[in-house]
C-alpha cells in the first residue's frame, strides 16, 4: 500500500481546518460536477476555498497515484532524477510524491494557472525538505527544464489541440514525461493520445507498456490501475465515507529518452488467485495481451505470483 508522507497530510488537516466541513464538501460538489461534465470550459478556476478543498479531495489519492507511477519509472530506467518540473500541479501533489520516491531530488518547479491553488501548496509545502519554484501561468506556456516533467490530472481541463501543446513543451522540457489521468475509459482514451504524440516524438516507452506496438485493449478495454491508500479521518468526514483505505484508479504513460532496461510483461488486472491455481492478465512484450494460468507444478512461478500486485511487472518465465 502507497505510503503517502504524514507530513503532508497533516499539514492538509491544519489547512481545512479553519473552513467548515460543510462549504468544503459544496466546493467539492461543485468541482467534481466541472469535471464530470466532460467540458474543459466547465474546469474551474480555484479560489482560496476551492484550492483547500481540491487539496484535502483529491491530494492523497493523486499522491498515492504518482508514488506507484515514479516507482514503476524507476524499476525500468533506474532514474534518479535531481529536478522536476509539476506541469498543472496546482498544490502540488506531484512534488510529495517524487521526493516520497527520489532522495536524489533537489529542485521543484510547480506551473499552474491558478494563483489560490499555488498558494495553498506553499503553505503546505513548508514542512518539504525541497527547494520549490511557483510558477502562475498556463500549461501550454514554455516549461522549465528539468529530469522529469509530470502532468496528473490535468489533461480534463484543455482541449485537446491544447493538451497536445503541452505534451509537446513537456518533451522539450525533459527526458523523462510522466502523464497520468482518471483510471476511466476518457482517461485511457487520452494516455493513448499522449502516448502516439511520445511516440511520434521518438521517445521510448518506459512504463507501463512493455512495448512500442498499438494498445492491444484499444477500442475493446481500457487499461488502468488502481493504488490503495489510507484515509486519515478528516477524509473520511469530507467524503462521507465508512472506510478506512480507498483504491485510486489510473490511467498513465511514461515517455523517456533514457535508456529502457528490464522490459517484462505488465500484469493489467488484478491476479485472480485460487486454490492451487493463479491468473494473471498481461501486455507482453510483443504487443498482446494474454492470459496466463499458473499452477502449483510450477513452483517458481507460482511462488513469484502470490505476491505480485495488478500493475507489476512479470519477470518470471512460466514452465
Known sequence: MPTIPAALLRAIEEEIATVPLRNLQSRVAEMMSAYRSGDPAAAPLLDETG????????????????????????????????????????????????????????????????????????RLARELDVPVAWQVQAATDELPSADVAVAAYVFAELEREEAGLVVDAMIEAAPVVVVVEPGTPIGHQRILEVRDRMLDAGLRLAAPCPHHRPCPLAGRDWCHFAARFNRPSWLRRLKGAELGHEDEKFSYVVGTRLDVHDTAPRIIRHPSKREKMITLELCQTDGTAATVTITRRDKAAYRHARDVRWGDRWLVKTS
Open 51 to 122: 484550492a483547500k478543498a481540491y487539496a484535502a479531495y483529491r491530494m492523497p489519492g493523486t499522491v498515492a497515484a504518482l508514488l506507484r507511477v515514479f516507482a514503476a519509472l524507476t524499476e525500468t530506467t533506474g532514474a534518479a532524477p535531481t529536478s522536476l518540473v509539476d506541469v498543472g500541479g496546482g498544490t502540488g501533489a506531484g512534488m510529495w510524491a517524487a521526493r516520497a520516491v527520489w532522495p536524489s531530488l533537489e529542485q521543484v518547479t510547480v506551473v499552474d494557472r491558478s494563483e489560490a491553488a499555488t498558494e495553498v501548496g506553499k
